[in-house]
């Protein structure tokens, strides 16, 4: 499910397994108290956000939004470009989810150029964080006989104030968060 706002420009992406009315409230309240503008498919959830204070633009049938559908498009075409850019014919499911994650993260990190701000980002806009493009990162260790290091492909930025990164663990599969990491250059 992706959304879009029309002034800000600040889009959202979220993984769904199913369209029911508790899946599709669950999601969206990911991004409560603003403007949503949606497809048929949220008829079902109206009163809901209704009740809290919340517009939603339905569309009537067989009509799609023109900036959801634009949206829609770029992601699609910079997530083609990225998947065409590795090194593998075929990628776990998880990992295309987080690409699109990735993607959205990084579309709202800079200002649009028909947006409501000349030099802030949407994310700037939404949620008052600022963007930090100078963070380095220092590994920190200590004396154990613990293993420093595990596998794990980098997926994105967490946009905390830390600059921490998710993580895929190649040992569990599942996300972990860390601010510290080694980068393996290719041999």
């Not at 919340?54 to 023109?66: A, E, F, K, M, Q």
Request: net charge positive; hydrophobic share 35%.
């Amino acid at each position: 499910m992706m959304t879009t706002s029309r002034a800000i420009h600040f889009g959202t992406a979220e993984m769904i397994k199913n369209e029911t009315k508790s899946t599709l409230i669950k999601s969206i309240q990911q991004i409560i108290h603003t403007y949503v503008l949606g497809d048929r498919q949220f008829e079902c959830i109206r009163s809901h956000m209704e009740l809290q204070e919340i517009n939603l633009n339905i569309t009537g049938r067989d009509v799609h939004v023109p900036e959801i559908e634009r949206f829609i498009c770029t992601v699609k075409e910079r997530a083609r470009a990225v998947f065409n850019t590795l090194p593998f014919e075929t990628l776990p499911h998880r990992l295309i989810v987080e690409i699109v994650y990735n993607l959205m993260f990084w579309l709202n990190c800079f200002q649009h150029k028909n947006g409501i701000h000349p030099t802030l980002s949407p994310r700037t806009i939404v949620t008052g964080s600022k963007n930090d493009f100078d963070k380095q990162v220092h590994e920190q260790h200590n004396n154990s006989m613990m293993p420093r290091t595990s596998g794990a492909i980098a997926l994105r930025p967490t946009g905390n104030a830390q600059g921490s990164y998710y993580f895929l663990s190649l040992h569990s599969g599942k996300h972990i968060v860390c601010n510290n990491w080694t980068v393996l250059r290719k041999h």
